[in-house]
């Protein structure tokens, strides 16, 4: 059994970059950039108007002739003289005398002329070119997670291709004779399996949108012929149950017929101590306990950060941070606890119900509190470290 400092280290020294590959930018939403990407152009690439108004020079006159028109699309050869405007149009060209524009809102206009009644600072409303980046300029750095606004970004720069991080596929494989399928009427002995859609949903919040769930009997044939489908399909392997050292927990055995390598079993904290870490060439092996409160915390503080490393993030634990104990709290296990927790601006408080059993109090807790393996008790008001999961 090692403590919970070694099991992260052995996980990130194990987690390699996937594969890149190179991808549409209309299809790159979640993906982590592999390359950092230079600008083709300047953006604007010429000056632009900010407002529908009147492009002219700036001067101390209020009166100007109107001697053309600059819409949005055109490129507009018009020379300004002093006492001359342009009508123009939000993101359209500036000719190249005007240094200013007046919102239509502070001018009194007729077919020929314009007078200023609220006039402008020197260069207002004019979109220098290269005011939002220039050309060879970067516009995002390797590791960057790509959203929608860089999906406009990189598209208004005429940035079609972009090479990314793939993402691993991730399956689900639960064990277990006494799960059944939500929806289903509940016999004697059995209960609704939901580790499997926990773990889906959780996935969800990193960018896997698609998971493939196996189910499989509590018998050692089965869950060998299951696992040597997986392992030969998938980049990373979440095992829900059977790890445990129960008659008819098959998964290490298992695993290890199947050739997995095992980096470590068994954590020393509360709750969701018997987990399993192995490797088979690439494919990561996390083989999570089955209460969902225990593999639900286990997929937070190992899989999670697992996930996005391998996906390219350069950030990829839960980032932590420090709150006031609103109570106080002890720790007589010798384990490192992982306890669920509301936290506010200042305060956390530590919820009822926290056993590895129990999901309750997970589905309002806004974070883990950590309380170390050395540590027997904490005074109310002391500092401790929380991982949001909210």
Do not use: W
Request: net charge positive; with cysteine.
């Amino acid at each position: 059994m090692i403590q919970v400092e070694e099991a992260l280290l052995i996980i990130a020294e194990n987690s390699i970059k996937m594969p890149l590959q190179k991808i549409s930018v209309s299809k790159s939403l979640g993906y982590v950039l592999a390359e950092t990407v230079y600008s083709p152009i300047a953006m604007p690439p010429f000056r632009q108007s900010a407002m529908d108004g009147y492009a002219f020079i700036h001067s101390e006159r209020h009166q100007y002739d109107l001697v053309g028109s600059s819409q949005a699309g055109d490129h507009s050869n018009i020379k300004l003289k002093p006492n001359e405007a342009v009508r123009i149009f939000t993101g359209a060209f500036v000719p190249n005398d005007a240094d200013t524009v007046v919102m239509q809102e502070h001018v009194m206009a007729n077919d020929k002329s314009i007078l200023i009644t609220i006039m402008p600072e020197h260069a207002a409303n004019v979109r220098s070119k290269g005011e939002q980046i220039n050309q060879e300029e970067v516009v995002f750095d390797a590791n960057t997670l790509i959203t929608p606004a860089a999906i406009g970004f990189l598209a208004c720069l005429g940035i079609t291709e972009i090479t990314v991080y793939k993402k691993p596929k991730v399956t689900i494989l639960v064990t277990g004779n006494e799960l059944i399928k939500p929806g289903k009427k509940l016999k004697k002995g059995k209960i609704y399996e939901s580790n499997s859609v926990m773990l889906q949903a959780a996935l969800q919040t990193i960018g896997i949108k698609k998971t493939k769930v196996y189910k499989v009997e509590d018998n050692l044939k089965a869950t060998k012929k299951a696992l040597k489908e997986i392992l030969a399909k998938y980049d990373i392997v979440l095992v829900s149950g059977g790890i445990s050292v129960g008659d008819y927990d098959f998964v290490k055995e298992a695993l290890l017929e199947n050739g997995v390598e095992e980096l470590f079993y068994k954590i020393n904290q509360k709750p969701g101590k018997p987990m399993f870490f192995g490797s088979k060439k690439e494919t990561l092996i996390f083989a999570l306990p089955g209460n969902p409160a225990s593999s639900l915390t286990n997929f937070y503080v190992y899989v999670y950060p697992a996930i996005r490393n391998r996906m390219g993030f350069s950030e990829t634990h839960l980032p932590k941070m420090v709150r006031k104990l609103n109570a106080a709290v002890s720790n007589s296990t010798g384990k490192t606890l992982f306890l669920k927790a509301l936290y506010n601006e200042t305060h956390v408080e530590v919820l009822g119900s926290q056993s590895s059993a129990m999901l309750n109090s997970f589905a309002i807790a806004n974070s883990l509190l950590i309380i170390p393996n050395d540590i027997e008790n904490l005074k109310k008001g002391e500092l401790v470290t929380l991982l949001p999961i909210n």
